[in-house]
């Protein structure tokens, strides 16, 4: 079982920058493919960032790719979401979930499990 918690979002201005930290509960965190997504209104979730249980591997959409770095740090069961240059086109609530897959993954219907999510507004 593992639980999800997000934060970190919040307004800022196009151009700016926002780190987002998911902390994660449960002992298995460190066998878990972490992801991000997004969803704004009226649209699908989107996958934006994943990574691989060891870090050592990253997969990034080509939306974001260059501008968004996610990252992890076992020892604190935290996967982070670092966020530059900053577009209006980024804004939404911005989710992380867990896999218990031994790849990464880009389809949501594939993670086991959610945090609640935290919204980013990026104003022009």
């Known amino acids: 079982q593992v639980q999800l918690v997000e934060s970190g979002g919040g307004l800022v201005q196009a151009g700016g920058s926002v780190r987002l930290s998911c902390a994660a509960s449960?002992?298995?965190?460190?066998?878990?493919?972490m992801g991000w997504f997004r969803q704004a209104p009226g649209k699908e979730r989107e996958f934006v960032a994943a990574?691989?249980?060891?870090?050592?591997?990253?997969l990034h959409a080509d939306s974001v790719k260059g501008r968004f770095t996610i990252s992890r740090d076992n020892a604190k069961n935290t996967v982070y979401l670092q966020m530059n240059s900053l577009k209006p086109d980024d804004t939404a609530v911005y989710y992380c979930?867990?896999?218990?897959?031994?790849?990464?993954?880009?389809?949501?219907?594939?993670?086991?499990?959610w945090g609640q999510g935290t919204q980013v507004t990026v104003s022009s």
């Open positions: 979930g867990a896999t218990f897959r031994a790849t990464m993954t880009r389809r949501s219907d594939e993670y086991d499990y």
């Open positions: 449960g002992r298995t965190f460190s066998r878990v493919a």
């Open positions: 990574i691989r249980w060891s870090g050592g591997s990253t």
